[in-house]
């Protein structure tokens, strides 16, 4: 019997070794036409392996082979709820907006599946101690959606938008000319943020400043910054 317990509980570390994140889905908005449509279109598996698969993506994208590398986080939580916006995330809880998944009318699988991934970035990836600006934490996380072929087709083009931190698609496709100059850049350039923020990181990594890295970016595709 005893021997029988050890072999259990050794199998169940092994078990919690590998997979080490729970991930849970619940559907507040059943009683609405969006959370209806999450659903039949989307559903609760699916969505429960698509945070698996971002989660795996994640740690590949940031070269955090090891549980030491990565935030120390057990379970991501899911909730379906009846608001306004597009999602959000905090406290290791993704919260999706059921009314932007019923008011989709193209591929609403594909746009949600990208949408877990670049929420899923938010749990996972270092902000500098809160000090990041908030443009590069949101384009980072556009930018293992990019990455993992979820961006939409409405995103800017590379070479577009205003200033490097201006967030989102502007930013995620920045970044994504800093990593073709240097491969990694972005997994080097979230490792360095875990204990705080500077824009000498770019300098530090790249050997230039940000600022000169827009203009080149722009200049790379026929803009002036
Ligand atoms: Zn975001």
């Known amino acids: 019997m005893i021997n029988h317990a050890l072999c259990f509980l050794v199998f169940l570390s092994a078990l919690h070794a ?13 009683s609405t036409p969006g959370g209806v449509a999450f659903r039949d279109k989307i559903g609760a598996e699916y969505a429960k392996r698509t945070l698996d698969s971002a989660t795996q993506f994640i740690w590949r994208i940031f070269q955090q082979n090891n549980p030491s590398d990565r935030k120390n986080v057990q379970k991501v939580s899911l909730f379906v709820d009846d608001m306004d916006g597009v999602a959000y995330t905090s406290n290791n809880q993704i919260h999706l907006s059921a009314r ?40 980072i996380a556009d930018y293992v959606r990019l990455k993992a072929n979820y961006a939409p087709s409405h995103w800017v083009k590379a070479g577009q938008g205003q ?15 800093c990593d073709s100059l240097k491969s990694g850049f972005v997994a080097q350039l979230n490792k360095l943020m875990r204990t705080g923020y500077s824009d000498q990181y770019f300098v530090q990594l790249l050997g230039k400043p940000v600022d000169q890295l827009w203009r080149d970016y722009k200049a790379k595709y026929g803009n002036i910054a």
Do not use: C
């Not at 590998?18 to 059943?30: I, Q, R, S």
């Open 100 to 139: 932007y998944v019923g008011n989709n009318k193209g591929d609403v699988k594909t746009e949600i599946t990208g949408v877990l991934y670049h929420e899923m970035v938010h749990v996972w990836q270092w902000s500098g101690n809160g000090r990041a600006p908030g443009g590069l934490i949101e384009g």
């Open 163 to 177: 200033k490097w931190d201006q967030g989102y698609d502007v930013t995620a496709r920045f970044l994504d000319y």
């Open 18 to 30: 590998t997979h080490g994140v729970e991930y849970t889905v619940t559907n507040n908005a059943l």
